[in-house]
């Protein structure tokens, strides 16, 4: 155990927690053994040196390198227990209070199930890539590396200071060029694989992904037909050229052209998140243009219906699972073919226009149809009514329809370029406009013979369902205000109530009407049932088919960025796609002459982007041997990057073993760590994963598809990475403004009455706010702070006491000190602050202490293991309030108590606990058990009361004192959820049956 000098006087200063933050030193008249700030920090650093030099916290592998601290591989008898926080990003800003919420969390279940009796694998690495190095490159020339490297070492002081119980040996960086070679090697995986529909999974599902190998051997038997060729083609027919054309449309990662959106005064492709409302970039409010780029993409498409139904087979909050499969966008319905009628009667008999619909029931009072600007039918549409559309318009059509144009095509042609100015996201914000153009060109309608006139609206996207809509405007209000803006016919096929008033569309149930044709009637019947007839109908008659349809899109995976994962290709002459051997991986970043991509005058559309990457020719061209008997040849480098998400996608399987260099993860290590195990986890995965809600679609979406397309070519066992997921809320914080909306320093702010806030600086009235922390607020708070003036111990304590782990709740640096006495109370107990001398008795607990005892193990266990570490400190509280009334407290009570404390505060446990006699780390000895002899106690109802509300009722002892009934009574989840990050102003309490709390 370390050694801590107990007759340092307590004035001494502790070692600085983190280079540059001096310790604070206790105040000369406190007792010499006091526990204070100043005592805190040297036994805190001091037991951390410990845990890293014993390797306490080493998670031992069942092979290899990897043992526990005594050299010990795991026992496969042994429980296991991976836990994980998702992978932080390594600000140059640090941390503030807000971001250790969720790694304290999930260091406090680690060491309970370590001291369950657990093998717990508990590690953090950093997910390194990313923008906010490279725009910190371009301001000051310095290598994201360099950046990115300090940033790293910064967090990693700051965390360790905390005394979080990682696994170092398994920490890394998505930067590092061993990390970048299994990136590479797992986006390798997905470009050499298809989806086979029909090949059957190792869980008995049809439909997985099958190596490209095994496609192109059965284009070689003639087994399989090969698109875009006439029957009977001979794989050998064709040249290299053709044949790697044919692959590429099938593979699960391909280049193909895509809409972007680009950002010429900036130099960059943007996602949709960094563009406003208005078209214009978030970063410098440049104008942003749609501009079909070659991109990379992954075919998540694919797997859709997977992603979906597996969401089963995980312990996820329901909220998650919600926004996941609202995400994906699971429906169905038709697709219903219509056939298209031109000026003079031309048709396109090879090119009907499909649309898909959920609502097939409802196709007779279908009486236009859209379709998106950029759709490819739109020209064909044209060309019906001569050339570019340049015959002038059908007698008939309204005004309305023509746009200004003298024919079709000059207005579709100057409703293009006006929609050519706006991203999608501006397009569907200006949906409620309702602007658009006539083709000239018409559609009949499968079910009556009608011809409904064919728009063109900028509110419908190519990128969704087929990039055109059936409108059916008497029940759709988007389809009724376009109907009303260009005057088209609108017909009930739902019977609205007798006094609709015919002001909008009615979109509720009703008896279906007007809906029947010689050979099928769909009036009077339910919607299941009219959905099922319409779609056989349209069958029987070639027009249509029952289909199931996803929201979701591929996914777009370049970036003409600088600091990113190259691409593992190169392009032959052909500027088709090869791979690279898995010998030439790492694929590394050349230096470049800057970061800077090149710019352009704002509004020159026609221009296209230059990754950094495009400027180092020696690196761009190349001359390789590719081992496909093609001997050496030149090809071109892909000047993209991926996006940062490809390192995020598959971290939690290098942390079983970062140094693994035969495998993405070796087979011993995916059946210790992540394989399923019982039948109450069938997917496997890890174990636990704590992080925000932030991250509820983008990341989870894409690590499940990397994690499904590993499964299926056998590099893992489980179909799914994390099998529960827990969201943390959030710590926020009270900004104060001036007169003027400027901020002033939050913790200079006093209170001068309920609700009424002065800023002593100038004494003027300033106004509170409630949000987020941030330097610009002036309320940033960090725990470099908090470790200097109350000790990491106290720090974590008041993070974990705050309130339920997944609600958000407000920081108040005034409250810390409740959890400061604490654990000055319980020091107290054990340490007498005048000579250093232990409190403790060895007689036998009293029955009323049993009692005691063995309530606060059994709810603190209880509430642990739901994760309510706010409530199981509150039971701990109990119980040390009890000792403090004691005389000698037992030392079996005390022992309890401090392995009971020990996840929240370790660093005081330790030094307890060795102080008690104990030589070894109390790590992992096992959690106190209770007897349920004592636990047999009459209880009282008390009431719970916020502002005179009835919000709680607890079953308390009659004997429960008052401070205690207060501390149960503010952790209690339902009164923190009524609070709401209000400040609470008093507390009346009656004990046993009564607390009021004012706010």
Same mark, same amino acid.
């Given at each position: 155990m370390p050694e801590i000098d107990a007759n340092a006087p307590a004035a001494a200063p502790a070692a600085p927690a983190v280079p540059g933050v001096p310790a604070v030193p206790a105040a000369p008249d406190e007792p010499p053994f006091r526990y204070t700030a100043a005592l805190a920090g040297q036994i805190e650093t001091r037991w951390q040196d410990e845990w890293e030099r014993r390797g306490t916290f080493w998670a031992a592998n069942p092979v290899g390198d990897l043992t526990d601290g005594a050299g010990r591989h795991a026992d496969p008898a042994t429980p296991k227990f991976f836990v994980m926080d998702m992978f932080p990003y390594p600000s140059g800003k640090g941390l503030h209070v807000g971001h250790p919420l969720g790694y304290i969390a999930t260091d406090v279940m680690g060491r309970y199930r370590r001291m369950c009796g657990d093998n717990v694998l508990h590690a953090l690495g950093y997910d390194a890539f990313g923008l906010p190095a490279e725009q910190y490159a371009l301001q000051t020339g310095q290598h994201p590396r360099i950046t990115t490297e300090q940033n790293i070492a910064t967090m990693r002081a700051q965390l360790r200071r905390l005394?979080?119980?990682?696994?170092?040996?398994? @920490?890394?960086?998505?930067?590092?060029?061993?990390?970048?070679?299994?990136?590479?090697?797992?986006?390798?995986?997905?470009?050499? @694989?298809?989806?086979?529909?029909?090949?059957?999974?190792?869980?008995?599902?049809?439909?997985?992904?099958?190596?490209i190998a095994e496609l192109e051997a059965a284009f070689q038997a003639g087994t399989k037909p090969i698109p875009g060729h006439p029957e009977g083609t001979s794989w050998d027919a064709l040249s290299g050229s053709e044949r790697r054309a044919v692959l590429n449309g099938f593979r699960l990662a391909y280049v193909t052209e895509a809409p972007v959106n680009w950002a010429p005064g900036l130099g960059t492709v943007l996602a949709n998140e960094e563009v406003t409302a208005e078209g214009r970039s978030e970063r410098g409010n440049f104008p942003v243009f749609q501009k079909s780029l070659r991109q990379w993409n992954m075919r998540i498409t694919a797997y859709a219906e997977r992603l979906a139904a597996d969401l089963d087979a995980v312990d996820w909050p329901d909220k998650v699972v919600a926004m996941q499969r609202n995400w994906i966008g699971r429906s169905t319905g038709a697709q219903v073919a219509f056939q298209v009628e031109g000026i003079g009667g031309a048709t396109l008999a090879d @090119?009907? $226009?499909?649309?898909?619909?959920?609502?097939?029931?409802? $196709?007779?009072?279908?009486?236009?149809?859209?379709?998106?600007?950029?759709?490819?039918?739109?020209?064909? $549409?044209?060309? $019906?009514?001569?050339?570019?559309?340049?015959?002038?318009?059908?007698?008939?059509?309204?005004?309305?329809?023509?746009?200004?144009?003298?024919?079709p095509g000059e207005a579709v042609r100057a409703y293009r370029r006006a929609a050519s100015g706006k991203t999608a996201i501006e397009r569907q914000a200006d949906a409620g406009k309702k602007t658009g153009a006539f083709t000239g060109a018409y559609a009949i309608n499968p079910v009556n013979g009608q011809p409904v006139p064919i728009f063109i609206a900028d509110y419908v996207l190519m990128g969704y369902g087929t990039g055109a809509i059936m409108a059916v405007p008497a029940h759709d209000q988007r389809d009724w205000d376009f109907a009303h803006t260009f005057d088209l016919k609108i017909v009930d096929t739902v019977q609205p109530p007798a006094d609709w008033p015919r002001e909008a569309a009615w979109v509720g149930d009703g008896a279906t009407i007007n809906s029947a044709n010689d050979e099928v009637s769909l009036n009077g019947l339910g919607v299941t049932e009219a959905k099922a007839v319409i779609t056989d109908w349209l069958a029987s008659k070639g027009a249509g088919q029952p289909v199931v349809t996803y929201r979701l899109r591929d996914w777009l995976f370049s970036r003409q960025r600088y600091w990113g994962e190259p691409f593992p290709i190169v392009y032959g002459e052909d500027d088709q796609p090869r791979a690279l051997p898995d010998t030439m991986l790492p694929v590394s970043l050349p230096e470049v002459p800057d970061y800077r991509p090149r710019t352009f005058a704002p509004d020159d559309a026609d221009s296209s982007p230059e990754s950094p990457l495009a400027r180092n020719q020696d690196w761009v061209t190349v001359e390789l041997d590719l081992g496909d008997g093609a001997g050496v040849q030149r090809y071109r480098r892909d000047t993209n990057t991926m996006p940062n998400w490809a390192g995020s996608c598959w971290y939690y399987l290098r942390y079983t073993d970062p140094g693994e260099a035969s495998a993405v993860i070796a087979p011993v290590e995916d059946d210790y760590w992540l394989a399923p195990r019982t039948a109450a986890d069938p997917a496997g995965g890890v174990d636990l994963y704590v992080g925000g809600v932030e991250h509820a679609v983008l990341h989870l979406l894409y690590a499940r598809f990397w994690h499904k397309v590993l499964y299926d070519l056998g590099f893992v066992k489980g179909c799914e990475p994390f099998h529960k997921l827990f969201n943390q809320g959030y710590i926020q914080a009270y900004a104060y403004t001036d007169a003027r909306g400027q901020y002033v320093p939050a913790e200079e702010v006093v209170e001068s009455r309920p609700g009424e806030f002065v800023w002593p600086e100038t004494g003027e009235a300033v106004t509170q706010e409630y949000g987020k922390m941030g330097k610009s607020l002036k309320n940033i708070v960090t725990p470099d702070e908090m470790y200097q003036d109350y000790g990491a111990d106290t720090f974590r304590v008041y993070e974990m006491s705050m309130g339920p782990l997944d609600v958000s709740r407000p920081w108040d640096t005034r409250a810390v000190v409740g959890s400061q006495r604490f654990l000055q109370r319980l020091w107290r107990n054990v340490v007498d602050e005048d000579t250093g001398e232990l409190r403790v008795s060895d007689d036998a607990p009293g029955l009323d202490t049993l009692k005691v005892m063995h309530r606060a193990i059994h709810d603190v266990r209880h509430e642990m293991e739901a994760m309510r570490i706010n409530t199981a400190i509150a039971r701990m509280i109990v119980l040390n309030n009890h000792l403090t009334g004691l005389a000698a407290p037992p030392r079996a009570a005390v022992e309890a108590l401090v392995l009971m404390v020990s996840p929240v505060a370790p660093h005081l446990a330790e030094e307890i606990w060795s102080r008690l006699g104990h030589d070894e780390s109390l790590a992992h000895h096992p959690f106190p058990e209770f007897d349920p002899q004592y636990l047999v106690e009459d209880t009282?109802?008390?009431?719970?009361?916020?502002?005179?509300?009835?919000?709680?009722r607890l079953e308390v002892p009659p004997s429960i004192g008052e401070a205690e009934l207060q501390e149960l009574a503010l952790a209690d989840a339902s009164v923190m959820a009524a609070v709401a990050g209000r400040a609470v102003r008093r507390v009346i309490v009656r004990a046993p049956k009564l607390v009021n709390i004012v706010v």
């Open positions: 005394g979080l119980g990682h696994d170092a040996r398994r @920490s890394f960086a998505t930067t590092d060029p061993d990390y970048v070679r299994w990136t590479q090697w797992i986006f390798l995986q997905i470009f050499n @694989s298809w989806y086979d529909p029909d090949a059957i999974r190792p869980d008995g599902g049809r439909g997985a992904a099958r190596p @090119s009907p $226009l499909v649309v898909f619909t959920t609502r097939p029931d409802t $196709l007779f009072g279908a009486t236009y149809m859209v379709l998106a600007p950029e759709h490819p039918l739109v020209d064909q $549409l044209l060309a $019906l009514n001569g050339g570019q559309g340049d015959q002038p318009w059908a007698d008939g059509v309204p005004a309305a329809w023509r746009g200004g144009g003298a024919t009282v109802t008390c009431v719970v009361q916020i502002q005179g509300k009835v919000r709680a």
